[in-house]
């Protein structure tokens, strides 16, 4: 994992690891905070209790993940009327200033909630559950990241994705690739050039 600048498009701080997880981040920020640098703010992929964690810094969630999420609920392909809107709308966050989000948003819950709040009954257990229950996950997903999902609107400069920094680990990956019988060793010490170079 690591930590990319925006502006000079260097890696600050980077760190092997088998999945992140906050202390990793929080390592990494303390890093680059005793490095000197002045953070403007932080874009990330969402990983669960990061807002909560640097809830000081305006924290943009990358649209591009949230889009993402979307699309693992509901598909690339909706059934549902409502599913397709909603998609649609997902598709185009990176388009969209937060307020013309929010109200094409709004408009679609309003448009949608007697369909959301369906439910349907268990013949075996005779217990209701929500008859949709992946579109409202999809639904929960936005609203919960909402007020994650505009901060480079207010952050001179944020991207609103995190695309420079996946694109520096897909270049990583495709180099490594080509040189797939390396040992652990040698391969830390790929990654370890690729980094500075």
Request: aromatic share 12%; charged share 30%.
């Amino acid at each position: 994992m690591g930590l990319k600048d925006y502006f000079t498009k260097k890696i600050l701080w980077r760190k092997y690891v088998r999945n992140e997880k906050l202390i990793d981040y929080q390592e990494g920020i303390d890093f680059v905070l005793i490095k000197k640098y002045k953070i403007e703010g932080i874009v990330c992929d969402g990983l669960k209790g990061i807002f909560n964690q640097f809830s000081q810094y305006k924290i943009q969630m990358c649209q591009r993940h949230q889009i993402d999420i979307v699309r693992r609920y509901l598909t690339r392909n909706p059934k549902l009327q409502a599913g397709k809107e909603l998609y649609s709308l997902a598709k185009n966050i990176t388009k969209l200033t937060e307020n013309e989000f929010v109200r094409l948003f709004e408009q679609w819950e309003e448009q949608w909630v007697d369909f959301l709040n369906e439910r349907s009954k268990d013949e075996a257990t005779g217990k209701t559950h929500f008859t949709h229950k992946k579109l409202r996950s999809a639904r929960r997903s936005i609203k919960n990241n909402l007020p994650y999902l505009f901060a480079y609107e207010q952050v001179n400069g944020m991207p609103n994705t995190n695309n420079a920094l996946e694109g520096t680990f897909t270049a990583l990956k495709n180099r490594l690739r080509n040189h797939n019988g390396m040992s652990k060793e040698n391969r830390k010490r790929f990654i370890d050039g690729f980094f500075k170079a």
